[in-house]
Every structure is written in structure tokens, then in C-alpha cells.
């Protein structure tokens, strides 16, 4: 694994001193990761409204086209 240096508050370091059981380095390198994965969801989510924005058809009506195919098969 690779070293990475953070700065904080001395007041802040003088708290996580006291508490001794914790493992900070467990603590950052979870919040590392949440955040990561919260940037990557947050790509997901503006690539997927590209994608609803590109993709409307002018007219297009999903309820009435399923409305539609159902009122169909129900006649045959």
C-alpha cells in the first residue's frame, strides 16, 4: 500500500489521540473510498441524463405505447 500525508486541525489531532483503539488510517482510507464512489456515481448518474435527454423521440408517450401493445394483444 502507498503513504498518502493529510493535515488537520491540532485540535482535531489531540481528539484522535485520546481515542487509541481507533485505526485513523482504516477510518481515512473508507472515507477515501465513499468518496470515490460517490464521484463515480455522480458521472453515472449525468451520463444516464445525457442519455434520456439524446434519446426523446417528439410525440413519444411511454404509457400510451404500452397502453397500446397491451389493448393489441388483447384483441388477437
Known amino acids: 500500500m502507498a503513504n498518502v500525508t493529510?493535515?488537520?486541525p491540532e485540535e482535531l489531532q489531540r481528539e484522535m489521540k485520546k481515542r487509541?483503539?481507533?485505526n485513523w488510517s482504516l477510518?481515512?482510507?473508507k472515507a477515501f473510498e465513499e468518496a470515490i464512489c460517490q464521484?463515480?456515481?455522480?458521472?453515472?448518474?449525468?451520463?444516464?441524463d445525457r442519455l434520456r435527454t439524446?434519446?426523446?423521440?417528439p410525440g413519444w408517450?411511454?404509457?400510451k405505447e404500452i397502453r397500446?401493445?397491451?389493448d393489441?394483444?388483447?384483441?388477437s
Open 27 to 29: 477510518v481515512a482510507r
Open 72 to 75: 393489441a394483444s388483447k384483441s
Open 20 to 22: 487509541k483503539r481507533t
Open 6 to 8: 493529510i493535515t488537520v
Open 39 to 48: 464521484e463515480e456515481m455522480a458521472k453515472a448518474a449525468e451520463g444516464i
Open 61 to 63: 408517450n411511454g404509457t
Open 54 to 57: 439524446s434519446s426523446k423521440t
Open 68 to 70: 397500446k401493445w397491451r
